[in-house]
C-alpha cells in the first residue's frame, strides 16, 4: 500500500476518533445523534482496515485510543496516552490527552472539591444553558438545619463527613438527570429539570426531609440533622437565573424562621 494512502487513513481516522472524543468531553460542540453515530461507525471500520493493513505497531497504538475512549463513555478518567512518536498517529494521541485534560479542569472549576458535586458556578451555567432553552425546571435551595452545633462539637472533619453523606443522599433522591450541588457551608441546591408539578415537587421535598432527619452515624458518633428547603418554579418565579436563586433563597429563610425542617413554595 502507498504511503499516501497509508497517511489518509490515519488522518481519517484520527478526525472521526477527534470527533467522538469531543462529543463525549463537550457534547454541546457536536450536532445531530445521527452524525455521531454515523462517525462512530465509520471510526470503527477504519480502525479494523489499518488494524489489518498498517501491522501491529500501529494497531497497538491504535488499540489504544479505543481504550482510552471507552473508559471515558464510562465516564472514568483515563490515564494519559504516553508515546514518543510525532507523526499522525502520534498527534492523535497528544490531542486525545489535551481533550481530557481540558475536561478535568473544566470539571474541577465546576465541582465542590468536598463533595464532588455541582459548584455555584457549575449550578449557574447549567440554570443559564436550561433558560437559554426555554426549560422549565424546579429549584430546592436548601439549608441543613442543626449542622453549626455538630461542627462546634465534633470539629470540621466529623463536619465534612456529615456534608458528604448528605450529599449522598440527596443524590440518590433525584433522577440522574436532576442536578444536586453544594453553594458553600450547609447550603445546597438541587435543579429539577422538567418538573413543575407542586405535588410531585411536594413530594420530592418531603422525601428529602426524611432522608436527611433520619439519624446517621459519623465517625462513631450519632448525629441527627433536618432541612428547611425553598422551592421556586423557572421561569416564573424568576426572570432571570439570578432571581430565580434569589427567591428560592429567601423563601428557604421563611422557612427558618417559620420553625425549620420544612419546605415552601415561593408562589
Same mark, same amino acid.
Given at each position: 500500500?502507498?504511503?499516501?494512502?497509508?497517511?489518509?487513513?490515519?488522518?481519517?481516522?484520527?478526525?472521526?476518533?477527534?470527533?467522538?472524543? /469531543?462529543?463525549?468531553?463537550?457534547?454541546?460542540?457536536?450536532?445531530?445523534?445521527?452524525?455521531?453515530?454515523?462517525?462512530?461507525?465509520?471510526?470503527?471500520?477504519?480502525?479494523?482496515?489499518?488494524?489489518?493493513?498498517? +501491522?501491529?505497531?500501529?494497531?497497538?497504538?491504535?488499540?489504544?485510543?479505543?481504550?482510552?475512549?471507552?473508559?471515558?463513555?464510562?465516564?472514568?478518567?483515563?490515564?494519559?496516552?504516553?508515546?514518543?512518536?510525532?507523526?499522525?498517529? +502520534?498527534?492523535?494521541?497528544?490531542?486525545?490527552?489535551?481533550?481530557?485534560?481540558?475536561?478535568?479542569?473544566?470539571?474541577?472549576?465546576? /465541582?465542590?472539591?468536598?463533595?464532588?458535586?455541582?459548584?455555584?458556578?457549575?449550578?449557574?451555567?447549567?440554570?443559564?444553558?436550561?433558560?437559554?432553552?426555554?426549560?422549565?425546571?424546579?429549584?430546592?435551595?436548601?439549608?441543613?438545619?442543626?449542622?453549626?452545633?455538630?461542627?462546634?462539637?465534633? +470539629?470540621?472533619?466529623?463536619?465534612?463527613?456529615?456534608?458528604?453523606?448528605?450529599?449522598?443522599?440527596?443524590?440518590?433522591?433525584?433522577?440522574?438527570?436532576?442536578?444536586?450541588?453544594?453553594?458553600?457551608?450547609?447550603?445546597?441546591?438541587?435543579?429539577?429539570?422538567?418538573?413543575?408539578?407542586?405535588?410531585?415537587?411536594?413530594?420530592?421535598?418531603?422525601?428529602?426531609?426524611?432522608?436527611? /432527619?433520619?439519624?446517621?452515624?459519623?465517625?462513631?458518633?450519632?448525629?441527627?440533622? +433536618?432541612?428547611?428547603?425553598?422551592?421556586?418554579?423557572?421561569?416564573?418565579?424568576?426572570?432571570?437565573?439570578?432571581?430565580?436563586?434569589?427567591?428560592?433563597?429567601?423563601?428557604?429563610?421563611?422557612?427558618?424562621?417559620?420553625?425549620?425542617?420544612?419546605?415552601?413554595?415561593? /408562589?
Amino acid at each position: 500500500m502507498s504511503s499516501l494512502t497509508t497517511r489518509t487513513l490515519i488522518f481519517l481516522t484520527c478526525a472521526l476518533t477527534l470527533a467522538q472524543v /469531543s462529543h463525549l468531553v463537550f457534547p454541546a460542540m457536536v450536532g445531530g445523534l445521527i452524525g455521531f453515530i454515523l462517525a462512530v461507525a465509520l471510526s470503527f471500520v477504519l480502525v479494523l482496515g489499518m488494524a489489518y493493513l498498517l +501491522g501491529n505497531q500501529d494497531a497497538a497504538l491504535i488499540a489504544r485510543a479505543m481504550t482510552f475512549i471507552k473508559t471515558l463513555e464510562g465516564g472514568q478518567a483515563p490515564d494519559p496516552i504516553v508515546t514518543p512518536r510525532r507523526d499522525e498517529l +502520534g498527534e492523535l494521541m497528544h490531542a486525545l490527552n489535551r481533550l481530557t485534560n481540558r475536561d478535568k479542569a473544566v470539571q474541577q472549576a465546576n /465541582s465542590d472539591a468536598l463533595t464532588g458535586l455541582a459548584n455555584r458556578r457549575g449550578v449557574l451555567q447549567k440554570l443559564e444553558a436550561a433558560y437559554k432553552a426555554g426549560k422549565p425546571l424546579a429549584l430546592f435551595y436548601i439549608d441543613l438545619d442543626k449542622f453549626k452545633p455538630i461542627n462546634d462539637t465534633y +470539629g470540621h472533619e466529623a463536619g465534612d463527613a456529615v456534608l458528604r453523606r448528605v450529599a449522598e443522599l440527596f443524590t440518590a433522591a433525584v433522577r440522574d438527570n436532576d442536578l444536586v450541588a453544594r453553594l458553600g457551608g450547609d447550603e445546597f441546591l438541587i435543579i429539577l429539570f422538567g418538573m413543575t408539578d407542586r405535588d410531585q415537587l411536594s413530594e420530592r421535598a418531603q422525601k428529602i426531609i426524611d432522608l436527611v /432527619s433520619e439519624p446517621m452515624w459519623v465517625n462513631d458518633v450519632r448525629v441527627k440533622l +433536618g432541612a428547611s428547603i425553598g422551592i421556586t418554579v423557572g421561569p416564573q418565579d424568576g426572570a432571570t437565573v439570578e432571581a430565580l436563586m434569589a427567591a428560592a433563597d429567601e423563601t428557604m429563610y421563611a422557612v427558618k424562621k417559620a420553625g425549620r425542617n420544612g419546605f415552601k413554595f415561593y /408562589s
